[in-house]
Structure formats: C-alpha cells, structure tokens
C-alpha cells in the first residue's frame, strides 16, 4: 500500500495544513500506525537537515487503520482513476517490499492504470 494514503487519512483527520508535515510513524498491533507530526516554521537553511522542514510545532499524534488507509486508496482509484499503489506514475520507489525489489509498480506493472480498469497492454493480446 502506498503510504500516501495513510498520509492523506491522517491529514483529514487533523484538518492538517500545508505547513504540517508527519515525522514519526510507529506500527502499533497487527493494524495500526501511530503517526505523529507538527505545524513546521519552516526549513532548515544549513547543517545536515539542510532543505528539509523543522519540526517545532506543538506535536499532534493521530492512529490511522490498516483499512482507513485501504479505503482512501480505493477512494482513490475511483475518484482519480489510477493505480493507487504507485499513484499512477508506473514505479514506486526502490526500496524492499516483502523482501523483493520492486522499480516496477507490483501493481499495474507500469501499465499506469487502476486495477479496476482493464490496462492497455492486456486488451491488445489476440
Ligand atoms: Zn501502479
């Protein structure tokens, strides 16, 4: 699943601005994160956290469900009409899911469509 669904869940929750940014994400039971983030002033203009933004708002912690975070990216693939898993772009990033590497969205395998419309690529074998 990708995480900016659970994100997006979180934001509502939270009624979350665009100056508020999650920093903290804990797996709390089979099902659950904890997430935690906070209004930032802005970024960092130097040392190592060069670019990215300072947390030092007041923090905020909301818990989003396993299945929230499903239901937003189904919402997703209905309203928006793309792969909820890769957001339509054909790859996620490379990092290890169930231990395999995956440049390729496991999904739509690139064909950039949702899996509840019938990809391109598919139609065209005779
Ligand atoms: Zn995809």
Redo the contacts with the bound molecule.
């Keep these: 699943m990708n995480f900016a669904h659970r994100i997006a869940v979180a934001n509502r929750k939270i009624h979350a601005g665009a100056d508020f940014h999650w920093y903290r994400f804990e797996a709390v039971g089979p099902d659950a994160v904890v997430m935690m983030g906070c209004v930032s002033s802005g970024l960092h203009t130097r040392g190592r956290h060069k670019g990215r933004p300072k947390y030092d708002g007041p923090p905020q912690t909301v818990v989003v469900l396993n299945a929230e975070a499903a239901a937003e990216q189904e919402r997703y693939e209905q309203v928006v009409g793309r ?1 909820g ?2 957001l339509g772009e ?1 790859r996620v990033s490379a990092g290890y899911r169930d231990g395999t590497l995956w440049p390729i ?1 496991p ?2 395998a690139g064909a950039v469509v949702s899996r509840d419309r019938e990809p391109a690529a598919k139609t065209q074998r005779q």
Excluded: N, R, S
């Design positions: 792969c898993e890769c054909g969205c999904v739509c």
